[in-house]
């Protein structure tokens, strides 16, 4: 079966495609949580607000991409790298 990588953030993951269909049918209905940290100024101190807001193109850090048996197989036998 091919298989897909799907890279979220500085990670990325393999699975089979069909799996990778699923994860991606999942992640569409998501919405976006953030931290986000404002410096202090002045005699105000530094503090932290959460968001939430609606999936966009330019919030998703979210790719896929389909990669062959023959490739997923000499990748396998590289191993992790040291």
Known sequence: ?????IE??????VMDAE?????LEAL???EIYESKYHSSV?????????HIYPM?????SLSLKLIS????????LAGKPE
């Open 69 to 76: 048996n023959e490739a997923y197989a000499m990748y396998k």
């Open 8 to 13: 979220m953030g500085y990670r990325s993951f």
């Open 42 to 50: 002045g005699d105000q101190p530094s503090y932290n607000t959460q």
């Open 19 to 23: 799996q990778g269909l699923k994860v």
């Open 28 to 30: 569409s209905s998501c």
């Open 1 to 5: 079966m091919s298989k897909v990588v």
């Open 56 to 60: 966009d193109s330019s919030s998703a």
